[in-house]
């Protein structure tokens, strides 16, 4: 079985400049999720699709962050304009259920982006 | 909001069995925990997950108590190739009864030769 799928794997741009970043989930996951990880921390979760609707953005800053999920299939996550702080890893994971609490999450290997 | 608690990191040598144990005084009643691995520029990966008492896979045993507001995740015979991150989570449900994971910094071993 194919895993959770992402590219580009490394990214460098210029601060105010975007970005944007694809993940290919496992085939027939319901549930995508987006993480950034800042070094040295835990993921932090920045959105979470149910198929291709939203079910949690609480921590997606709107103003420059933007994900979509077409088709409930694979995702884009942009960033318009970036920021130093946004120097970070990004991982998109999948799972197969409705994030219940026995659904298991399995991650990409990650977006290392750094903002110059 | 559910949080979770374990040792920043923790040493051990090649051979040893290893105990990470996380507090979690406010899991919910439904919820599991579950453990997760990160090896450095990588993604986590799954190890184990549990509700109660003691499970138990090729990887690892996951030991709770009757209270559940700890666990205890433990690695028997570490490798070198255990050196990683080891995360315990446990759920946050929003409004909508979604559960989202809670990501502390997790607990760092490094396994010695």
């Known amino acids: 079985e194919a895993g959770v799928a992402q590219s580009p794997r490394y990214k460098i741009i210029e601060k105010r400049q975007s970005v944007a970043f694809w993940c290919n989930p496992i085939?027939?996951?319901?549930?995508l999720y987006w993480y950034q990880q800042i070094l040295g921390q835990g993921p932090k979760l920045l959105i979470q699709?149910?198929?291709?609707?939203?079910?949690?953005d609480s921590q997606l800053p709107k103003d420059r962050f933007s994900a979509e999920r077409l088709k409930g299939v694979d995702s884009t996550l942009k960033i318009q304009p970036a920021k130093l702080e946004d120097s970070a890893v990004y991982l998109c994971?999948?799972?197969?259920?409705?994030?219940?609490?026995?659904?298991?999450?399995?991650f990409g290997p990650g977006t290392r982006l750094t903002v110059l | 909001l559910a949080k979770t608690t374990q040792p920043i990191s923790m040493d051990s040598y090649e051979g040893q069995e290893v105990n990470i144990t996380c507090s979690h005084n406010?899991?919910?009643?439904?919820?599991?925990i579950t453990w997760y691995q990160q090896f450095p520029s990588q993604g986590p990966r799954f190890i184990i997950q549990?509700?109660?008492?003691?499970v138990t896979n090729e990887v690892a045993s996951l030991f709770i108590p009757a209270d559940r507001k700890s666990s205890t995740l433990s690695l028997p015979r570490v490798s070198l190739s255990d050196t990683a991150v080891y995360y315990c989570?446990?759920?946050?449900?929003?409004?909508?009864?979604?559960?989202?994971?809670?990501w502390g910094l997790g607990t760092s071993l490094a396994v010695n030769p």
């Open positions: 406010n899991i919910a009643t439904n919820d599991y």
């Open positions: 989570l446990v759920g946050d449900y929003n409004a909508g009864n979604n559960r989202k994971l809670i």
């Open positions: 085939s027939g996951h319901a549930t």
């Open positions: 994971a999948s799972s197969p259920g409705t994030s219940d609490s026995t659904d298991t999450q399995y």
């Open positions: 549990g509700y109660k008492t003691k």
């Open positions: 699709f149910q198929n291709n609707g939203v079910v949690d």
